[in-house]
Nanobody
């Protein structure tokens, strides 16, 4: 069973930045695509960004493009989400995800982490 462990969340003032990390317990066909989703309080979970195993291909939700950057350290089975210039609407629980396909990561990932909370204060 693949385990995904997120870190890097916390409390940050508006205008600040955070970098989230997620390490996977193993690499397999099932984790070829990795990604991030988030859940804003009172709303459903939504896709944020995805990245292929080799880091060559990335895909962002339209609403997140230009606001965050996903990257990968394949050697360490770790992906990152850079979030600069955070705003209060960025308050959310961020989940690391993994799936065999990009479509799966975007729509219904098979593997999920426990989530890391990002709180942006004014």
């Amino acid at each position: 069973q693949v385990q995904l462990v997120e870190s890097g969340g916390g409390l940050v003032q508006a205008g600040g930045s955070l970098r989230l990390s997620c390490i996977a317990s193993q690499h397999s066909d099932d984790t070829y695509w990795r990604g991030w989703s988030r859940q804003v309080p009172g709303k459903e979970r939504e896709f944020v960004a995805a990245i292929s195993w080799n880091g060559v291909v990335t895909h962002y939700a339209d609403s997140m493009r230009g606001q965050v950057t996903i990257s990968k350290d394949a050697a360490n089975n770790t992906i990152y989400l850079e979030m600069p210039n955070l705003r209060r609407r960025g308050t959310a629980v961020h989940y690391c995800t993994a799936n065999a396909s990009m479509h799966g990561v975007v729509t219904k990932a098979r593997h999920w982490g426990q989530g890391t909370r990002v709180t942006v204060s004014s």
